[in-house]
């Protein structure tokens, strides 16, 4: 195998991994609208959201990732809240 096949074969399985931690993310998610439904809470926390930013920016150690990182990281946090506005459509 050359060194673009083992590249590739990493990057698959580093997908897959990403893949079954989604679903265990999502999962989470639920649990959390539904705790903020029951107590009628709003589905944004912008405090939290910072807070999870900059906490989470500090495990990037090569710092030519980090804006990538952030990048990735405000994606989920949309299609978390997406996912929630889903669930509480839903609920109405």
């Known amino acids: 195998m050359n060194k673009l096949e083992e590249a590739r074969v ?3 399985e580093i997908d897959r991994e990403m893949a079954e931690l989604f679903v265990e993310r999502m999962k989470a998610v639920e ?6 439904f029951q107590h009628n809470m709003k589905i944004l926390d912008s405090n ?3 807070d999870i930013i900059q906490k989470n920016k500090a495990f990037i150690i090569e710092k030519k ?3 990538y990182y952030l990048s990735f990281i405000l994606e989920i946090m949309r299609i ?3 996912y929630q506005g889903d669930i509480l459509g839903r609920k109405d």
Not at 31 to 36: G, L, S
């Open 48 to 50: 939290r959201e910072k």
């Open 31 to 36: 649990k959390v609208i539904e705790y903020k």
């Open 65 to 67: 990732y980090e804006r």
């Open 10 to 12: 990493k990057i698959n």
């Open 80 to 82: 978390s809240k997406e």
